[in-house]
């Protein structure tokens, strides 16, 4: 069974930095990508950052380009999302999020999701 436990969120002043935590299990963690997400009430999700499966190549939101950084242990088989410089319009619930290909197709898989706010 698959899961992705996310963790790490919570209340951080402007300008502060948070750590966010994926712990994955039920799969091959090092076979696959990995992506974090955000969304708002009455928006969509959207894409903050992905890691390719050896963690060799990254991309990232414009938004949060140059302040987040994505990270993986795949001997702990954890992915993580390191905030810095947070703005208000960070304030989110972010989600850890992959893509698993089976015989049957593609099947996307979520955590339950960690809030962070973001607020003086």
């Known amino acids: 069974q698959v899961q992705l436990v996310e963790s790490g969120g919570g209340l951080v002043q402007p300008g502060g930095s948070l750590n966010l935590s994926c712990a994955a299990s039920?799969?091959?963690?090092?076979?696959?990508?990995m992506s974090w997400y955000r969304q708002v009430p009455g928006k969509e999700r959207e894409l903050v950052a992905f890691i390719t499966n050896a963690g060799g190549s990254t991309n990232y939101a414009d938004s949060v380009k140059g302040r987040f950084i994505i990270s993986r242990d795949n001997a702990k088989n954890t992915v993580y999302l390191q905030m810095n410089s947070l703005k208000p319009e960070d304030t989110a619930v972010y989600y850890c999020?992959?893509?698993?290909?089976?015989?049957?197709?593609?099947?996307?898989?979520w955590g339950q999701g960690t809030q962070v706010t973001v607020s003086s």
């Open positions: 039920g799969f091959t963690f090092s076979s696959y990508a």
């Open positions: 999020n992959t893509v698993l290909h089976t015989l049957v197709g593609a099947r996307v898989y």
